[in-house]
T-cell receptor, first 114, second 115 residues
Framework: AQSVTQPDIHITVSEGASLELRCNYS??????LFWYVQSPGQGLQLLLK??????LVQGIKGFEAEFKRSQSSFNLRKPSVHWSDAAEYFC????????????FGTGTRLQVFP | NAGVMQNPRHLVRRRGQEARLRCSPM?????VYWYRQLPEEGLKFMVY????????ESGMPKERFSAEFPKEGPSILRIQQVVRGDSAAYFC?????????????FGPGTRLTVL
């Protein structure tokens, strides 16, 4: 069965530090992968997505993610975190015939200290 | 262009009552998805609708839950005879296309609390 695992429930970093959020997926075919961010009281906003091609994907707000098929991973990275990046981050895989049914991980809550 | 709108944002119901959650998709979007987020869990797909049609309801509980997306007006997720286990955040998303290529835009969610 398709699934997404985000092993880190909560991460705390200092402003200006680098960030990596882990995501592992289980999916039989070539996955469509997504990272979303959810600020308190808000809906989810798409940061980036991977369908095919270059395995390093650039997104909004300075985020990037790298697809590694051999490790079934799609980790999210940012070289220098800003206080406004504090939020919850969700990794998802697109399932179903059209890959439009998103299967989400349980999320990683990011806290940023000044 | 307003984003996806959901109302109410917070809804409190007593056990046995009905809950109606509304979702207005973005202008020009004819595809609506509903997801449920239980406490400490990720979002889980419930149902996918196009105008006037339920296309995929594989994630919907078999009883008490229903969804519609009429020709005019918002999409409605209806929960009859609510129980405490229905307490969750319910998100809808809309898109222009039924595929992973069509980005799903999410609303702010409705937080349902069942007393």
């Amino acid at each position: 069965a398709q699934s997404v695992t985000q092993p880190d429930i909560h991460i705390t970093v200092s402003e200006g530090a680098s960030l990596e959020l882990r995501c592992n997926y289980s999916y039989g075919a070539t996955p469509y992968l997504f990272w979303y961010v959810q600020s308190p009281g808000q809906g989810l906003q798409l940061l980036l997505k991977y369908f095919s091609g270059d395995t390093l994907v650039q997104g909004i707000k300075g985020f990037e993610a790298e697809f590694k098929r051999s490790q079934s991973s799609f980790n999210l990275r940012k070289p220098s975190v800003h206080w406004s990046d504090a939020a919850e981050y969700f990794c998802a895989v697109g399932a179903g015939l059209k890959a439009d049914k998103l299967i989400f991980g349980t999320g990683t809550r990011l806290q940023v200290f000044p | 262009n307003a984003g996806v709108m959901q109302n109410p944002r917070h809804l409190v119901r007593r056990r046995g009552q009905e809950a109606r959650l509304r979702c207005s998709p973005m202008k020009g979007h004819s595809h609506v998805y509903w997801y449920r987020q239980l406490p400490e869990e990720g979002l889980k797909f419930m149902v996918y609708l196009q105008k006037e049609n339920i296309i995929d309801e594989s994630g919907m509980p078999k009883e008490r839950f229903s969804a519609e997306f009429p020709k005019e007006g918002p999409s409605i997720l209806r929960i009859q005879q609510v129980v405490r286990g229905d307490s969750a955040a319910y998100f809808c998303a809309s898109s222009t296309d039924r595929s992973a290529l069509g980005e799903q835009f999410f609303g702010p969610g409705t937080r349902l609390t069942v007393l």
